[in-house]
Antibody, heavy 120, light 109 residues
Framework: EVQLVESGGGVVKPGGSLRLSCAIS????????MNWVRQAPGKGLEWVSS????????YYSDSVKGRFTISRDNAKNLLFLQMNSLRTEDTAVYHC?????????????WGQGTLVSVSS | QSALTQPPSVSGSPGQSVTISCTGT?????????VSWYQQPPGSAPKLLIY???NRPSGVPARFSGSKSGNTASLTISGLQPEDEGDFYC??????????FGTGTKVTV
C-alpha cells in the first residue's frame, strides 16, 4: 500500500524555522519526483516546491524561494522541507505528494499533511 | 505565478451534469497538456481525478471527464452523485517548470 506520512509541523514564532519530513512506503521512491503542496486554513491548494528523483532539478514557488529548501534521502525513503524565516502567511497544512518521474500522471498520491502554525 | 481561475461554486441535482472551468494563460494551460484535476472531500487529502487534460487514473468513475480549449481547461461531472460533493482543484505545469493550482470550486449536490 502506498503511504506518505508527514511529520514535523508545529507552532513557531515569525522568523523561526521548522523542518518537515515525509516518510514514504509501498513504492519505489527513486522513480518519483516529490513535491510539497500547502493549504492555508480555509483556503485553496498552493504548490510550494518540487525535487526530481536524483535531486538535480529543484524548483520553488516565488512565495518561498530563498527561505525554504527541499531535499530527499532515497536510501531512507524520506523527503524534507527546511523552512526558515517563517512568516504568518506560511501557516498551512503541508502535504507531500508524488509525481511519476518519467511522464506526467499528476500528483497521484498525497499524504494527509502536517500543520504549521506561525504566530507570535 | 498567479493561481488559475475557477468559479467559487457550482451546484446541481443528482443525475445532472456540471462543468467546472479553469482559466490560465499561455504560460501554463494554453501551452502545456499537463492539466490535472483533484477532488478534496472535507478534512481529507486531495485525490487525483484527471491527468494530462483528459486521462482518468484507474478507479476514477467514467462520469468524470476533462477537456481543454485555448487557455481554459474544464472538468465535467456527468450524472452527479451525492458523494461528489467537495472541493475541486485544477493544476497545470508552467513555463518556469513549476506548478500552479486553481482557486478551487465547491461542488454542491
Amino acid at each position: 500500500e502506498v503511504q506518505l506520512v508527514e511529520s514535523g509541523g508545529g507552532v513557531v514564532k515569525p522568523g523561526g524555522s521548522l523542518r518537515l519530513s515525509c516518510a514514504i512506503s509501498g513504492f519505489n521512491f527513486s522513480t518519483y519526483s516529490m513535491n510539497w503542496v500547502r493549504q492555508a486554513p480555509g483556503k485553496g491548494l498552493e504548490w510550494v516546491s518540487s525535487i526530481n528523483s536524483i535531486s538535480n532539478y529543484i524548483y520553488y514557488s516565488d512565495s518561498v524561494k530563498g527561505r525554504f529548501t527541499i531535499s530527499r534521502d532515497n536510501a531512507k525513503n524520506l523527503l524534507f522541507l527546511q523552512m526558515n524565516s517563517l512568516r504568518t502567511e506560511d501557516t498551512a497544512v503541508y502535504h507531500c505528494a508524488r509525481r511519476w518521474a518519467y511522464g506526467d500522471y499528476g500528483f497521484d498520491s498525497w499524504g494527509q499533511g502536517t500543520l504549521v502554525s506561525v504566530s507570535s | 505565478q498567479s493561481a488559475l481561475t475557477q468559479p467559487p461554486s457550482v451546484s446541481g441535482s443528482p443525475g445532472q451534469s456540471v462543468t467546472i472551468s479553469c482559466t490560465g494563460t499561455s504560460s501554463d494551460v494554453g501551452t502545456f497538456n499537463r492539466v490535472s484535476w483533484y477532488q478534496q472531500p472535507p478534512g481529507s487529502a486531495p485525490k487525483l481525478l484527471i491527468y494530462e487534460v483528459t486521462n482518468r487514473p484507474s478507479g476514477v468513475p467514467a462520469r468524470f471527464s476533462g477537456s481543454k480549449s485555448g487557455n481554459t481547461a474544464s472538468l465535467t461531472i456527468s450524472g452527479l452523485q451525492p458523494e461528489d460533493e467537495g472541493d475541486f482543484y485544477c493544476s497545470s505545469y508552467t513555463s518556469t517548470r513549476t506548478y500552479v493550482f486553481g482557486t478551487g470550486t465547491k461542488v454542491t449536490v
